[in-house]
Every structure is written in structure tokens, then in C-alpha cells.
């Protein structure tokens, strides 16, 4: 049946997010790098992870542009669980504390993004244009505050190289490429069961998997201009990056539950 939501506008830095005939218009002013600029509208801001909205079965589809096929940064559309609570230090987010991933998107992510713990991009995709999953083993968020501290080993690349094969091993992750245009109009869709997850675009099946993420989940559709890395060689970096203005645009999106 169809499902009814409300999507709240959320803005950082010099963004904008505009309501259109048919959907929504998220705009990213120009700007240089050390300043974050998001342009998103969700439904999981004020909520707690634990009353999340979307378990499967789910179904979700829209149709969406950009203005440029690699814009600086990230942007996308689909479920999360919103695991980092604090964005990296940006954009206001309540004062959640980390948790794994739990994913279902389409998400475009810009170069320097790394966002693999696989050492094969061309099989697994680190950054460009992809549609996959997230499904990590649920740790409870008590035991994941005192990892913060360890946060500064990172800088040792042979400690953050062990750390990254043993994150590898508790979260699960399935992503393909999308090779569309991206600056026009085309329809995406997921459909999230317990057993799997299926993507499409324009009525094509792209990818089907067994890598499901836990529920509950939330909905997010963004743009900005954040990046965050994780490379095979232990390199670890975040911050934000120069971009031109840019938008995208979607319009008939639907959600259907059960």
C-alpha cells in the first residue's frame, strides 16, 4: 500500500532547497573548500534511530537530474541509517553517537571520495556513480563511543590497514556502477526485502543482492559538497571541497510499504 511521509528541507552553508510543480529542487551555491554546503530533505532528522520510519518490504522510486555529471562532493538518494550522527563534524546534525552502516541508496561521490572497504574498485566501486548496500553486524552503540579514542591510530597507516581488513569483515557491502547520463531525466528505483534488495533505472534491473541492510532506516535525498576516504593503502581523510553551483532536481517520488 502507499505509504504516507513528510520530508522536512535541511540547509548548511550556502544552499537552498526549493519546492517545484513535480518534487523538489536542492541547490549548492558556489563556493571554495572549508565551508559545508548541504542542500537535503529526509525524514530522520529529529527522529530517533530506534523509530526510523522504512523496514521492507519497501519499495521506493523518483525521477532525477543534476546539473553536471561529476560535481564535487556527494549526492543521492535512499535509505540510511545515519551512522556517523555528527556528519564528520559538519552540518549541524543532532548529537547522535556513531553506529555501522546500514544503507540502500543510489550515490554519486566525487574524487577524493574512497567509500569501499574493498581493495578491487572495479569490481566494487569507491567513488563515481553507484547503486549498492551497506549491512553491518549491530554493535551497541555504548561499545562503539570508546572506538572514538582510538580515532587518532588511523594516522598509522599499517594500524589503519589492520583496522579497515577488520572493519571489512563486519560490514557486508554490495555496490555497482550506473552508467547513465546524469544530467537528464531518468527513474530510479529500489525494492528492499528482507532477503534482498533489487535497483533499477528506467524500468532495468542494475543490481540484485543478498546484502541487506537491518531496519529501521530513514530517507534522505541530498546534495553537498563533503568528501570522506578510507583508502586500501590506510590513508584516511574528510573535509569538504570547492564546487560550482549546482542542483538537482526529482519529481514523482513514490514509497510504497508493505
Known sequence: MGMEFELSPRRAGEASVDRTQAGWRLNM???????Y????IDDYARTRRSTLKHAPPWAFSLRARVSKA???GTWGFGLWNDPFGLSLGFG????R???LPQTTWFMHASLPNWLSLRNDPEVM???GFFAGTFRSRR?????MAPGLLAFPLLAIKPVSRLLRRLASRIIRQEQTRVSVDVTQWHEYSIRWLRESCSFGVDGSEILKTSCTPAPPLGLVIWIDNQFAAWTPQGRISY????NPAAWMEIERLNIQQG
Not at 29 to 35: A, E, K
Not at 37 to 40: K, V
Not at 92 to 95: I, N
Request: overall charge neutral.
Open 97 to 99: 553517537l556513531p553506529v
Open 92 to 95: 549541524g546534525k543532532p548529537g
Open 239 to 242: 573535509g569538504t571541497l570547492e
Open 70 to 72: 561529476d560535481l564535487p
Open 29 to 35: 551555491h558556489i563556493g571554495q573548500p572549508h565551508s
Open 37 to 40: 554546503r548541504l542542500a537535503q
Open 125 to 127: 566501486p569507491a567513488n
Open 139 to 143: 554493535i551497541p552503540t555504548v561499545l
